[in-house]
């Protein structure tokens, strides 16, 4: 069966909150992320990000099981931790989009779904007036130990979307990596295109 991808509407975002929880855990526990992840805790994070204004969930779907999905919504109703990098170098936030999370089952990638992805999140941030899209990636260092030897970044798929990082713009966000006992910083670079 084919896949499908949609931007669902507001109404109909709550309704996926579990089943995008559950792939944010499975995916984000493979490298580069390592989350350890917690499906309370991630119900109330996407409810929080799914609550703001012109909030985007895009879904992909095998039949009628979600297989990928992808956020975003407007970057000043964003947490104070991804929000201060921007206000510090004078970034117009009113007119930024911030995409969180895009996840994607490992069966399914190289479809062209996560194309999919940012054409419908740069369709919606257009229609909410931004002029920017925005996102951050975790920055693991080359030689960690947990560092598959097979994995490709994905720098070079964002750059043919007409990303580029943001030089000297970076936050930090806690979690807790596979097989470690407590919460450790993680740096967070930000990547970002005109639209």
């Given at each position: 069966?084919?896949?499908?991808?949609e931007t669902l509407p507001a109404s109909r975002i709550g309704g996926?909150?579990?089943?995008?929880?559950?792939?944010?855990?499975?995916?984000?526990?493979?490298?580069?992320?390592?989350?350890?992840?917690?499906?309370?805790?991630?119900?109330?994070?996407?409810?929080?990000?799914?609550?703001?204004p012109h909030a985007v969930l895009v879904v992909a779907r095998?039949?009628?099981?979600?297989?990928?999905?992808?956020?975003?919504?407007?970057?000043?109703?964003?947490?104070?931790?991804?929000?201060?990098?921007?206000?510090?170098?004078?970034?117009?936030?009113?007119?930024?989009?911030?995409?969180?999370?895009?996840?994607?089952?490992?069966?399914?990638r190289g479809r062209g779904i996560g194309h999919a992805f940012f054409d419908h999140r740069e369709t919606a941030a257009r229609a909410a007036g931004a002029s920017v899209a925005t996102f951050c990636a975790v920055q693991r260092p080359a030689d960690h130990p947990l560092h598959p030897p097979e994995y490709r970044p994905l720098d070079a798929f964002w750059m043919q979307r007409g990303?580029?990082?943001?030089?000297?713009?970076?936050?930090?966000?806690?979690?807790?990596?596979?097989g470690e006992a407590h919460e450790t910083a993680h740096s967070m670079q930000f990547w970002a295109r005109n639209l």
């Open positions: 069966m084919a896949v499908t991808v996926a909150i579990d089943a995008l929880a559950a792939l944010r855990i499975a995916v984000f526990r493979e490298w580069p992320y390592l989350y350890d992840g917690d499906l309370v805790y991630e119900r109330g994070y996407l409810a929080a990000f799914a609550a703001a095998d039949g009628d099981t979600i297989v990928g999905a992808a956020t975003a919504s407007p970057l000043a109703a964003q947490k104070a931790e991804f929000l201060a990098p921007f206000v510090a170098q004078g970034w117009d936030v009113g007119r930024s989009f911030y995409f969180g999370e895009s996840v994607l089952l490992p069966g399914y990303y580029a990082k943001v030089e000297g713009m970076t936050t930090s966000l806690d979690w807790l990596d596979v």
